[in-house]
């Protein structure tokens, strides 16, 4: 059903969604959650999870913006994922549906997937892993990465999954930064119908880095790889072995204990460890899926993100484990070897819920509609988009062509440091195309000026979060003044995510977008520091300045500004070899669109390069207050 509100069209939930929606009332909800957050939370997390021990404090702000949640329970996401459903029916339950790019399909229910993470938890238990060590995890799409990543949690180790798009500097980084012990990878992975080769990639970084003691590397492809003697170790090889043990307890954790960190693009400088615990995250990303996409026993759930950045680790690997759901996951390319290939997938499997990315509904979009039309999409309820604001000619394609005008759409704002959904519909909300709506029960959210007050409807101003949430990130791991400085120093005691946005007549929020100095690639969240330094690392370039440029694909793209070596001289050889550069140092989704040789760049008198201005430039806009430029 659609209508017209104050901001174009509206639709409606059909009465089917909402008769069965897991939550009806919103507004009720959210008052409760806001009158009396702690108390909210305390009665969730007692309903829906299992503890070894309880909490004594709920909420403690006491050392804000420290926060600490469920302080003195003793748990473990892995007893929630995994353990807890082998005393129900659901241990027979199909947990994961795996398809590879090759076609081959493998599943796992709760007890074998179970087992398998017992086995691999051994393994790494026998070279060494204990509690609060760091493991990084660096593969593919396939189904070992979240056995790795649960084994990790099971010992109480932490892990640090380096998404496999990622190359071989971005990668050497994140490993020394983190100081793990042991990498776990694969030979390769499937993309196209071609290899990336991890394992090479993985070696190369490891020449750079001294710290690992161990490789394990799960066989995908086949190719041939190097495996060093003593240090490299198959997979298959390790978890055939007697050691592979299904009997090993699982790790009583403190709720406030580490779980993993995910190095994030930040506002300058070298990326950041967002750092996330087992008890607030589990209690958040759980009931955040439960009820925003409406879980039940007979969906399919397919989050069609990477593993590796935070929408897989809350919404492929945690929480729909934790509510014991069936999930979907595809190792490839979209297109590959036809554009229907999603669709198919959503056919063959029976897929109920698809959660995906604006920029990969426009590439599928492009296609035209014959793609998706030839496959039976019925079984899909609910719909879902992340990652950066999606546009309404998208939405409304994927709502009519996808959705069949009968799945509505959760577009769901959220970030790598909140841990879960922060703004977004539940199925009972009206929808707006291009808005993620209003916060989630108990999540203040508000658009303000620079003095921190409201700014007037349909006005742009900065995003800020009011209230504190059980899955919110921690800290920086080893950084604990940049935490402070980076997210609570500019309106203390709100959390800014370092977003714009929009509040209309109806407080529906509308993101516009980051207003740091992050670039959403196809979704994919970069720094223009860490690009920056990768093409600096060119012997022919000295220094370096990156923007994003809107793009109607991708979001945004990068552009480059380059000043050469004295005596080097610009060229389209070069620049073609800086882009690759880039690719090799970093990864192919940070390679430049474009790379413009110039003979300076503008900066500030302190010496900061003034990205607004490049810009502007590259827009064809008004370059605006040029006051504080140097010369
Ligand atoms: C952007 C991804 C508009 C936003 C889960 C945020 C969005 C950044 C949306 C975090 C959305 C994410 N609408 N923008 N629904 N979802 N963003 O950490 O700029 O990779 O700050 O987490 O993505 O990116 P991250």
């Known amino acids: 059903m659609q209508s017209n509100g104050s901001q174009g069209e509206v639709y409606y939930p059909s009465e089917t969604i909402v008769a069965n929606a897991n939550i009806h009332d919103y507004d009720a909800l959210h008052q409760e959650a806001v009158a009396d957050l702690a108390g909210f939370w305390d009665r969730i997390a007692r309903e829906e999870f299992e503890w070894f021990e309880e909490w004594e404090t709920t909420l403690d702000d006491s050392e804000a913006p420290f926060y600490k949640w469920f302080v003195g329970a003793k748990t473990n996401i892995v007893h929630n994922a995994l353990d807890r459903h082998m005393n129900t029916w659901r241990q027979n339950k199909v947990a994961l549906i795996w398809e590879g790019e090759d076609g081959e399909v493998r599943t ?8 398998e993470v017992n086995r691999f938890a051994s393994v790494l238990r026998a070279l060494g892993v204990v509690k609060g060590d760091r493991v990084t995890i660096y593969m593919g799409r396939i189904p070992e990465i979240i056995v790795a990543m649960l084994a990790c949690a099971k010992l109480g180790a932490v892990h640090s999954v380096v998404y496999g798009g990622f190359s071989t500097e971005a990668l050497r980084e994140r490993i020394d930064d983190s100081h793990s012990k042991i990498l776990v990878t694969a030979d390769g992975a499937w993309l196209r119908g071609q290899t990336v080769n991890l394992k090479d990639i993985a070696d190369e970084a490891l020449m750079r880095c001294p710290g690992i003691q161990n490789v394990i590397v799960v066989r995908r492809t086949g190719q041939d790889v190097h495996m060093e003697s003593g240090r490299d170790l198959w997979y298959h090889e390790m978890m055939n072995l007697p050691i592979a043990t299904t009997d090993i307890q699982t790790e009583v954790m403190d709720a406030e204990d580490p779980l993993f960190i995910l190095y994030t693009s930040g506002t300058t400088g070298k990326p950041k460890a967002i750092l996330h615990t087992h008890g607030g995250y589990m ?15 007979t969906d399919v759930w397919w989050c069609a993100a990477a593993p590796g ?22 190792e490839g390319a979209p297109t590959h070897p036809f554009p229907d290939r999603w669709w198919q ?8 819920v698809l959660y995906t990315a604006p920029t990969a509904i426009r590439g599928l979009m492009r296609f035209g509609e014959t793609w ?3 496959r039976d999409l019925s079984s899909l309820r609910l719909l879902g988009s992340v990652g950066e604001p999606i546009n309404p000619e998208a ?13 509505p759409i959760m577009d769901t704002w959220w970030q790598t440091e909140t841990g879960n959904f922060m703004i977004t519909p539940l199925p009972v909300t009206p929808l707006k195309p291009g808005s993620a709506t209003k916060g989630f029960p108990g999540v203040v959210v508000d658009v303000v000026d620079e003095e921190g007050e409201p700014v007037p409807p349909n006005e742009e101003g900065y995003l800020v979060i009011k209230t504190p949430w059980p899955a919110m990130l921690r800290t920086i791991y ?9 997210y609570w120093s500019r309106f203390p005691g709100w959390y800014m995510p370092g977003d714009s946005a929009k509040k209309d007549e109806d407080g529906y929020i509308w993101i516009i977008g980051r207003i740091d100095d992050v670039i959403k690639v196809s979704g994919y969240r970069l720094g223009t520091a860490e690009i920056e330094s990768a093409l600096v690392s060119h012997p022919d370039v000295t220094e370096a300045a990156v923007v994003g440029v809107p793009d109607e694909l991708k979001g945004n793209v990068i552009h480059a500004f380059c000043i050469l070596q004295q005596g080097k001289d610009p060229s389209r050889e070069l620049e073609m070899e800086v882009k690759e550069h880039v690719g090799h140092e970093m990864g192919p989704i940070a390679k430049p669109a474009v790379v413009e040789f110039v003979d300076s760049l503008p900066k500030t008198r302190s010496g900061k390069i003034m990205r607004r201005v490049l810009r502007a430039q590259v827009m064809g806009e008004p370059v605006g207050d040029l006051s504080t430029l140097a010369d």
């Open 283 to 297: 209690v958040g990303t759980a009931t955040t899926l439960k009820w925003v996409f409406d879980l039940k026993d």
């Open 309 to 330: 950045w935070i929408t897989g680790h809350s919404y492929i690997v945690y929480a729909p484990l934790i509510n014991g759901a069936t999930s979907m996951m595809y």
């Open 372 to 374: 998706p039309n030839r």
């Open 108 to 115: 796992y229910t709760y007890r074998q997937l179970q087992r």
């Open 395 to 407: 939405w409304k394609w994927y709502y009519r062509v996808i959705g069949k005008e009968k799945a």
């Open 345 to 352: 997938i959503v056919e063959e499997h029976g897929v109920t």
């Open 478 to 486: 080893g950084d604990p003044d940049r935490y402070v400085e980076a």
